[in-house]
């Protein structure tokens, strides 16, 4: 696609509940990126992809954070047992690998309630 | 790790005049500096990036400088417009490796231009 797609763009959830966040990433970029911003705070990363792997997920605040990227394109972001503290905006990002920088989708508003 | 300082937190400038944003970071094997525009309700903008091989970089009304030395890199926006209005972020590599590794971000300048 033309750029970075998040679905969905809001998410109100209870607490205790399961969230899956779903990034499409632009067509043909190797690498996709997951952030998650506070307010009034910069992004801060979670975890990145390389193709369909995993290249680092020190990012990743507990082991109730997860994400996938099976095919190396989508890859969804999920997060078991939510907490009000996971309210945040989760970014997606996506770059080729040739140096040009991330491209960031629109963002999931999540809040948990 | 990389840390990544970013100041002032708040500019309010008037249209037409230039608004000068700066950055330091800790590591000094990092070589590649992106800076990102984001405004309401959207995801961070790329809008101009430098590389360590190089001290300064223009694009039309934006440049950004970089003091390797110092370990501090700095936005510059010349005659402002009311559209340039928004949060305004710089980063680092987390660890050397350029570009493709993750990012470490500053907390962001909220710059205000009043026409």
């Known amino acids: 696609g033309a750029g970075v797609s998040q679905t969905p763009s809001n998410k109100v959830t209870e607490k205790g509940k399961y969230v899956e966040l779903r990034c499409d990433p632009i067509s043909g970029h190797t690498a996709l990126y997951w952030y998650r911003q506070s307010l009034g705070q910069g992004p801060e990363f979670l975890i990145y992809?390389?193709?369909?792997?995993?290249?680092?997920d020190s990012g990743l605040p507990n082991d109730r954070f997860f994400a996938v990227r099976p095919e190396g394109s989508v890859s969804t972001l999920k997060i078991q047992r939510t907490e009000r503290g996971d309210s945040a905006v989760y970014l997606c990002a996506s770059s080729s690998g040739q140096g040009d920088g991330y491209t960031f989708g629109s963002g999931t508003r999540l809040t948990v309630v | 790790g990389e840390n990544v300082e970013q100041h002032p937190s708040t500019l309010s400038v008037q249209e037409g005049d230039s608004a000068v944003i700066k950055c330091t970071y800790s590591d000094s094997a990092s070589n590649y500096f992106p800076w990102y525009k984001q405004e309401l309700g959207k995801g961070p903008q790329l809008i101009i990036d430098?590389?360590?091989?190089?001290g300064e970089k223009k694009d039309q009304r934006i440049a950004v400088t970089l003091n390797k030395t110092a370990k501090h890199f700095s936005l510059h926006i010349t005659e402002t417009q009311p559209e340039d209005s928004a949060v305004y972020f710089c980063a680092a590599p987390s660890r050397s490796g350029g570009s493709q590794g993750n990012l470490i971000f500053g907390k962001g300048t909220k710059l205000s231009v009043k026409p």
């Open positions: 992809f390389q193709g369909t792997g995993a290249a680092d």
């Open positions: 430098i590389r360590s091989n190089v």
